[in-house]
């Protein structure tokens, strides 16, 4: 074989080799043409603002969808007006008294301050109370005395025709509408432990049937509310007490000084 055959033979793989590597390179330098044009695609189109910044809360309030948006900002864009905006298109409250729950009292309390407990008689406890109340109550057969009222002419002449009515009729004072009205002279008739009427914030009360329910003892009740305006001794003892439900079967009426 001559010699410059030999030449060319033994030289073939590392012609080989070079177009291999000149394929390599055209590969690479395709690749990175090819990302440097998606970058500057990407970089030339106008970027969509995602949030802003509230300079007043420094909360993010997204310009996604609400779907999308935290909580928090959401919160704050559905946030209601001031108090005082929001209570013109509310109803007024109302407290409902029988709505709360009924409560027998407390211990009543000496000029010392402290507590002056008596043991109640089996039966006399707070749920038997309630019980008395929504039975016999209800029926208008825990208040006492109510009979003077019909036969008082000094009753008759102030009251309304239709609250006579209802008192002639038998109706529970409490039920009758317009209430009865009630006066002192009235009011000093009702001093005994079976027909015993106090006074709460203008409302008379009969507070017989309560007597024996009274933690403080039915004595003490006599002595100082019967037939008497006991508001200021509830007020300094018992203010927490919700008189007009627990009394509300032995509601009589106004009273009128």
Not at 31 to 37: E, L
Not at 121 to 130: I, L
Request: proline share 7%.
């Amino acid at each position: 074989m001559p010699s410059s055959a030999k030449l060319t033979f033994s030289h073939y793989p590392i012609h080989q080799a070079y177009i291999a590597l000149l394929h390599l390179l055209s590969k690479f330098l395709f690749s990175f043409i090819n990302y440097k044009c998606l970058e500057m695609k990407t970089d030339a189109e106008p970027k969509k603002p995602v949030a802003a910044m509230d300079a007043n809360s420094n909360r993010l309030t997204s310009s996604l969808p609400d779907r999308f948006q935290k909580p928090d900002a959401l919160k704050a864009r559905l946030e209601l007006p001031g108090r005082s905006g929001v209570s013109r298109l509310m109803k007024p409250e109302m407290a409902n008294p029988s709505s709360m729950s009924a409560q027998a009292g407390c211990s009543t309390l000496r000029g010392g301050g402290y507590r002056n407990k008596v043991s109640l008689k089996p039966g006399y406890s707070a749920m038997d109370w309630s019980e008395l109340s929504n039975t016999k109550g209800k029926r208008g057969m825990l208040i006492a005395g109510i009979e003077k009222l019909i036969n008082d002419p000094e009753i008759q002449r102030f009251n309304n025709p239709q609250a006579l009515m209802g008192l002639q009729h038998g109706l529970p004072p409490f039920k009758i509408f317009p209430p009865l009205k009630v006066n002192r002279a009235q009011l000093e008739k009702h001093t005994t432990r079976d027909d015993c009427w106090c006074v709460l914030k203008k409302r008379v009360y009969c507070i017989s049937s309560y007597l024996d329910f009274h933690p403080g003892g039915p004595d003490i009740l006599i002595k100082t509310a019967g037939g008497k305006d006991a508001t200021a001794l509830f007020d300094k003892y018992h203010r927490w007490v919700n008189y007009e439900r627990l009394l509300e079967t032995c509601y009589i009426g106004e009273y009128i000084s």
